[in-house]
């Protein structure tokens, strides 16, 4: 009996999609464990600010890449016979070595300041991009446990030496320490893993890799131009503002895309029904919006608990953020993703792109608050959305039949009612 419960509490934990949600959670809570910690106890305005500026910069060079291998491994690993699967994740590392160097150095040279600092700034794109796809390697290959036990201990040694540097070292002890991790996880894939042996592999999967990753660039980087922007046209205090509020949405973005990979997977190798698919997503619409409305109404309180007074607006920030569900739950894409459409998401990305930039260099010019500049990525996420739909519906793949429209309409209509309510009507 016993035993029996033990193994279907082990079945229902260790699923692919649940250790994936898993591990983005421990990653983006890690980052903001450490900033609320920081901003509590140890707030000091600039030496913050130069800390979420390394931060942010070793992201924006490094997301879009972990994000293209992270689709293309989805769309393509379930392709592959068992015994050829080493031999694909062996090549998808050396390519991610390739790049990782390629971006590492473009970082270098466009940082127009060669010092120590943006040296190992660059080690630690480089090491990143390398590492990050190695967690989903081990998944796909089952091996649930040695996945929880890499997350648990990384991310811990990573906290103690991020506040140990922070506090008594400086910014290139941090980042040696950074790179360290990545590369010990490194040597324990490549125990694993052939990377030596060589192939023949399809050299256009290469190109596969490059489309979904400008993709990603000119899609998730509509988020980066904003930081960015707030960066250099904000003070320090406003630029901590919008970092914190504008980060701190793990919750539904990071459910949503570790379901949207599974999918994308079950579709590529036709394992799944288009009941199956709607079942699933409107179960991840009844646990994505109650949280994401329960955040709303409390968010203004949290903020003034985890970051004081001092940084307290970051919940304006974050309000307009919690509305970004409406469209992260939107999975139209997984059609797409798994019929290898990756070409369509560069147009989609550019139009995003194009939104994001011209929405708020007009607000920087009427000199906007920094929560107003979140509104310009929701209306390029709307509309790309859009786009979306309308290629589906071009290629005849109906969303009636696999999207729960009535439950997100009504969830979509109680979120923006709340967001009125609480800061335009009885604020």
């Known amino acids: 009996m016993v035993k029996r419960f033990w193994q279907k509490l082990h079945n229902f934990l260790f699923t692919d999609t649940k250790i994936t949600a898993f591990y983005q959670i421990f990653r983006l809570g890690s980052n903001v464990?450490?900033?609320?910690?920081?901003?509590?106890?140890f707030f000091q305005s600039q030496k913050l600010s130069e800390y979420e500026t390394i931060v942010l910069t070793v992201s924006t060079y490094v997301f879009f890449w972990n994000t293209g291998f992270v689709r293309f491994f989805h769309s393509y690993f379930s392709n592959y016979h068992k015994d050829n699967r080493n031999i694909f994740i062996s090549e998808i590392f050396k390519y991610s070595i390739m790049i990782g160097s390629i971006t590492a150095c473009a970082y270098i040279i466009f940082s127009w300041n060669f010092n120590f600092l943006n040296l190992f700034i660059g080690l630690k794109i480089l090491t990143s991009v390398a590492a990050n796809p190695i967690e989903y390697y081990w998944l796909s290959q089952k091996k649930h446990k040695k996945v929880i036990l890499e997350i648990l201990l990384y991310f811990s040694i990573f906290i103690v030496w991020t506040f140990y540097s922070y506090l008594y070292k400086d910014f290139v002890t941090m980042l040696i320490g950074w790179i360290l991790l990545d590369l010990i996880k490194i040597f324990f894939f490549a125990v694993d893993i052939p990377i030596f042996v060589r192939t023949n592999f399809k050299k256009n999967f290469l190109i596969s890799i490059i489309f979904l990753s400008i993709g990603a660039l000119l899609s998730g980087g509509v988020e980066y131009v904003n930081f960015w922007l707030v960066k250099n046209y904000y003070s320090d205090i406003e630029f901590l503002i919008y970092r914190y509020g504008a980060r701190e949405v793990p919750f539904s973005s990071l459910i949503s895309f570790s379901l949207?990979?599974?999918?994308?997977?079950?579709?590529?190798?036709?394992?799944?029904?288009?009941?199956?698919?709607?079942?699933?997503?409107?179960?991840?619409?009844?646990?994505?919006?109650p949280v994401t409305i329960g955040f709303l109404i409390f968010s203004k309180y949290l903020f003034q608990i985890f970051y004081g007074n001092s940084l307290i607006n970051a919940y304006k920030v974050f309000d307009v953020f919690l509305l970004f569900n409406v469209t992260r739950v939107l999975l139209f894409d997984v059609y797409l993703l798994a019929n290898q459409k990756h070409s369509f998401f560069l147009v989609t990305s550019m139009v995003e792109l194009l939104i994001v930039s011209l929405v708020s260099f007009c607000g920087i010019v009427l000199q906007w608050k920094v929560e107003f500049l979140a509104f310009s990525v929701l209306i390029a996420y709307s509309v790309e959305r859009l786009v979306i739909l309308w290629k589906l519906r071009q290629i005849k793949i109906p969303t009636q039949s696999f999207y729960p429209w009535s439950w997100w309409s009504f969830y979509t209509f109680m979120l923006f009612f709340l967001y009125v309510g609480k800061n335009y009507l009885f604020n």
Request: hydrophobic share 45%; glycine share 0%; net charge positive.
């Open 260 to 289: 949207s990979a599974t999918l994308t997977a079950q579709i590529s190798s036709n394992s799944i029904s288009m009941e199956k698919i709607y079942t699933k997503i409107k179960k991840l619409i009844h646990l994505t919006f």
């Open 33 to 41: 464990f450490i900033s609320i910690i920081l901003s509590k106890f």
